[in-house]
């Protein structure tokens, strides 16, 4: 069964960091395309980054050079490290994996709130 | 930047008729490869995020077949044949046709 569980989401001050993890279990993380999404509350889906197979990555606008993916395949685990945070990154954040060669979520998390607010 | 535009934005619907949702495209979703890469997913109220349908019309693992989905280039539509109460929530669609990937603004789903 596949599983995605969020992790290291809190409340933080504007300007500080905040690193997300994300832990995968039956599927062979590796060979999968991986994601982050957001949820403002109240609000739709914003895509917030991609990570390749091969470590390619890619991310929104709204987050660019403050955010950083990666992954740590011999630990099936995702990250999402976040710097320089403002009020409108508080969000749920959520962890999706792609389908093989299809570029489409199939499996998501629960998700991990993050609040950015002094 | 590819930008999204869902319509309606709420849909009312009465249980057991069809309803219809419209994702427009400031861009071409057609990839390099051929492919076109528009999905649609259900977020039911609490839930994270459902696969529903992927490249236009392929339906995920699990999906009823009353859930269709169609379109080419541009213009894309989810259809519901016959709405059911649990098909009660919002409705994204997705492109991942370019690097930088977006949504629609969301569809609410209910019931009359």
């Known amino acids: 069964e596949v599983q995605l569980l969020e992790s290291g989401g809190g409340l933080v001050q504007p300007g500080g960091s905040l690193t997300l993890s994300c832990a995968a279990s039956?599927?062979?993380?590796?060979?999968?395309?991986m994601n982050w999404v957001r949820q403002a509350p109240g609000k739709g889906l914003e895509w917030v980054s991609t990570i390749g197979i091969g470590g390619n990555t890619y991310y929104a606008d709204s987050v660019k050079g403050r955010f950083t993916i990666s992954r740590d395949n011999s630990q099936n685990t995702l990250y999402l490290q976040m710097d320089s945070l403002r009020a409108e990154d508080t969000a749920v954040y959520s962890c999706?994996?792609?389908?093989?060669?299809?570029?489409?979520?199939?499996?998501w998390g629960q998700g991990t709130l993050v609040t950015v607010s002094s | 930047d590819i930008v999204i535009t869902q319509t309606p934005l709420s849909s009312p619907v009465t249980l057991g008729q069809p309803a219809s949702i419209s994702c427009r495209s400031n861009q071409s979703l057609v990839h390099s490869d051929g492919n076109t890469y528009l999905s649609w997913l259900q977020q039911r109220p609490g839930q994270p995020p459902r696969l529903l349908i992927y490249k236009i019309s392929n339906r995920f693992s699990g999906v009823p077949d009353r859930f269709s989905g169609s379109g080419a280039g541009t213009d894309f539509t989810l259809k519901i044949s016959r709405v059911e109460a649990e098909d009660v929530g919002v409705y994204y669609c997705m492109q991942t046709a370019r690097y930088s990937r977006s949504f629609g603004q969301g569809t609410k789903l209910e019931i009359k």
């Open positions: 999706a994996k792609d389908i093989v060669a299809s570029l489409a979520p199939d499996y």
């Open positions: 039956g599927f062979t993380f590796s060979s999968y395309v």
